[in-house]
């Protein structure tokens, strides 16, 4: 089973409402698509958005590194000998985490594909369908109220609520709003996108704890660099914190984990490299009970769905948050995962039991 060829286009899709963290505002989601072709005649399929503010990656580079270092590096390598390729795979480079998690996913397909079960029976089996959050973006107060309202009415029990923008007092308000507008029965799950310190971040999630606002969880309430302050945030409030970009690699969830810095974890297939180090992670993370969530970026069908069969998989990862190919205006990838409404579930067709991506014009019709 010998890669013949890698190859790669690109994909845009504009958004049904503009996405706002505290990181970036995104209107278009744009993407390589990667495709793996194999002697046998089976093709493999991945994904990588450009996340400058988080992976550092674009468009650009992740094209470069596919076709000036990847594909040389593994063009006629077996794909059953897999972990000579993964091996391979990350250390030709480094960095680079989107474009390797494309290749990565793309590889994971094929492997499944051989075996003629979808990716996430390949990968463990744990269960075939999923509950996905949905993302309220940041924004006033009454906006966002307005939002969680809609959400709710479309059929989604759980809220991931963007913070970080402004102010403290401001984002209290935020979340006082939205938890005023839907009701006590539905879960929030906050998301600073490191938009905090940790001294605010304590007072914050203190503050809402005081409030009753029944916050589940609070994601990266500090700067990705600031390990000291994440458990400083950890060690001062009752609401569990989870870590997301302080987590790129298994040595980073290490730290994490040794240190407390944290009481879970967020595995991003762009920011680990794809399935294979986020099995590691995922592992390491079991070993010292601390559950985790895989996330993504805004991300069409063909990295969501290589990220659900991933989660799917594993009894640790408790969490999902594939709620992007929902927000886009058109779907342009033909077969795979379905959606209804909050519900994922996920094909019994092999691999990512993708068939082919729509062409780019389709996606602003």
């Given at each position: ?148 309202v809609q959400y709710v009415n479309d059929g989604f029990s759980v809220l991931k609520v963007k913070v970080g923008i402004q102010d403290i007092q401001t984002d209290i308000e935020r979340i006082k709003e939205i938890r005023s507008r839907v009701g006590n029965s539905i879960k929030l799950r906050l998301d600073a996108n490191q938009g905090w ?169």
């Amino acid at each position: 089973m010998l890669i013949e060829k890698i190859e790669t286009r690109r994909v845009a899709v504009p958004l049904k409402k503009p996405f706002k963290t505290a990181l970036r505002t995104l209107e278009v989601a744009e993407a390589v698509i990667v495709t793996i072709h194999c002697d046998n005649g089976l093709v493999g399929f991945g994904e990588a958005p450009p996340t400058l503010v988080v992976t550092g990656d674009s468009l650009e580079s992740i094209e470069s590194a596919i076709h000036n270092t990847i594909k040389p590096a593994l063009t006629g390598m077996n794909v059953l000998h897999f972990e000579q390729v993964f091996q391979k795979l990350h250390r030709i480079l480094v960095r680079n985490t989107s474009a390797k998690a494309a290749v990565d996913m793309a590889l994971y397909d094929l492997l499944a594909k051989k075996m003629d079960v979808p990716l996430y029976e390949y990968l463990g089996g744990f269960q075939h369908e999923l509950e996905t959050d949905y993302t309220v973006s940041v924004n006033g107060p009454e906006e966002m109220g307005e939002d969680a309202v809609q959400y709710v009415n479309d059929g989604f029990s759980v809220l991931k609520v963007k913070v970080g923008i402004q102010d403290i007092q401001t984002d209290i308000e935020r979340i006082k709003e939205i938890r005023s507008r839907v009701g006590n029965s539905i879960k929030l799950r906050l998301d600073a996108n490191q938009g905090w310190n940790a001294k605010d971040a304590v007072f914050a999630i203190n503050k809402m704890a005081d409030l009753d606002l029944g916050i589940e969880l609070v994601e990266q309430p500090v700067k990705a660099h600031d390990f000291e302050g994440l458990k400083m945030v950890t060690d001062n409030t009752i609401t569990p914190i989870m870590a997301d970009e302080s987590v790129f690699s298994p040595e980073d969830a290490l730290r994490v984990i040794t240190n407390r810095c944290a009481d879970m974890i967020n595995i991003k297939l762009m920011k680990a490299g794809g399935i294979y180090k986020a099995e590691t992670i995922n592992r390491l993370a079991e070993a010292a009970g601390i559950e985790c969530m895989t996330g993504s970026m805004i991300e069409t069908r063909v990295g969501i769905s290589a990220a659900a069969h991933f989660a799917a998989s594993k009894k640790n990862v408790t969490r999902f948050d594939f709620d992007s190919p929902l927000m886009l205006k058109k779907d342009i990838v033909h077969g795979g995962m379905i959606y209804d409404k909050n519900k994922i579930t996920l094909q019994k067709e092999p691999g990512l039991g993708i068939t082919g991506i729509g062409e780019f014009e389709e996606a602003f019709k």
